[in-house]
């Protein structure tokens, strides 16, 4: 079931859907479409089979992004989709130059996930120049350059900025509002980063005794984690948690609390986002203290998306996806989930 929601965004997106994770759902008609003047119409999607569709992966170096090009992967006989893929190794130029080549090969639809908000918007709007639309999953490109409902159909995925609040509110109550932070931030310039900080950061500012004493990022990766949170032990050990803005920072930051002899779990609190199987092993043993989720199964629901917009249907300019959230009161229980 979907359910309208009308919080705003800081791009001002004024209409959302709620899709409950991992079932396709029926989009509100009528709602969140940007109005456009004639030439700024979005191009059109042919109802054709099979419909040739550009999928451009940022990088492949954890289980979230293994689980959203494999949830691509498995949707794609389902929806009628003969997919072209790519896989850009973490570089921004890459994923450019492999969007570009789609485009020359004219494939009919676009979809990915842009690895930062900015370098990735013009790309959006040369596909739209040549007429292919564009689907925007799990993170969003500078709203100033381009923008949802004008220059690509929509943005489907989580609300990060909600995510840091949940993580963060997590924290309050776990050490009774009273912690020196260190925070491990994702990938610099991307949109989940960028939200992930500011809703965290807006909690933790509410609470007086609550700091950040370090702040730094780990490009969303076990191995960088685990390095930058062995220096940042070294220079602040009076750290008492930890915020890192995906499990696998989280589990990096584990191994480099482990080894400068400390506890994970009782000497640090640990919180994080993503809800990979790892990170929910990691909260059953006791060292991660809790992990918001962030769904990367977006197959399905861009699907559902590019088969309701071919048909003429009005798509709100970003479907939300809901997220659970995980602690050791139901992670045994809720194990299906992970990835
Ligand atoms: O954009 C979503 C983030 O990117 C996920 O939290 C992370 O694991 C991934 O690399």
């Not at 908000?117 to 709203?143: H, M, S």
């Not at 990060?160 to 309050?172: K, S, T």
């Not at 310039?189 to 950040?212: L, Q, W, Y």
Request: hydrophobic share 40%; proline share 4%.
């Amino acid at each position: 079931m979907a359910s309208l929601n009308t919080q705003s965004r800081k791009h001002a997106r004024k209409q959302q859907i709620r899709p409950l994770a991992g079932s396709l759902l029926a989009l509100a008609i009528g709602f969140g479409v940007a109005t456009a003047h004639a030439d700024d119409a979005l191009p059109k999607l042919a109802t054709k089979t099979p419909l040739k569709v550009g999928f451009a992966q940022t990088e492949s170096n954890n289980p979230w992004r293994l689980a959203e090009t494999k949830s691509f992967k498995d949707i794609a006989a389902k929806c009628g989709w003969q997919v072209v893929m790519t896989d850009a190794n973490g570089s921004n130029s890459k994923q450019v130059s492999d969007i570009q080549s789609m485009i020359a090969q004219h494939v009919d639809l676009l979809v990915f996930p842009p690895r930062e908000e900015k370098p990735l918007a013009p790309v959006v709007l040369q596909a739209k120049k040549a007429g292919i639309p564009v689907i925007l999953v799990d993170r969003d490109v500078d709203q100033s350059v381009a923008k949802a409902g004008r220059d690509y159909i929509t943005f489907i995925g989580s609300d990060f900025i909600d995510q840091g609040h949940r993580a963060a509110d997590w924290l309050v109550k776990a050490t009774g509002g009273k912690a020196k932070i260190i925070e491990l931030e994702g990938t610099t310039g991307a949109s989940a980063a960028n939200d992930r900080k500011k809703g965290f950061d807006e909690i933790i500012a509410k609470n007086p005794g609550m700091t950040i004493i370090a702040s730094q990022s780990g490009d969303f990766a076990r191995d960088k984690g685990r390095q930058v949170m062995e220096t940042l032990l070294q220079a602040h050990p009076e750290v008492t948690a930890v915020y890192a803005h995906n499990d696998e920072m989280a589990l990096g930051a584990i191994a480099a609390i482990k080894a400068a002899g400390k506890q994970p779990g009782k000497d640090i609190q640990i919180v994080t986002i993503d809800g990979t199987k790892g990170g929910m092993d990691a909260i059953a043993a006791g060292e991660l203290g809790a992990s918001v989720q962030s769904s990367p199964f977006f197959g399905p629901l861009a699907c559902d998306v590019a088969q309701r917009y071919a048909k003429g249907e009005k798509i709100p300019t970003w479907v939300k996806v809901s997220d659970r959230f995980y602690d050791k009161s139901n992670v045994q229980q809720s194990m299906q989930y992970g990835y």
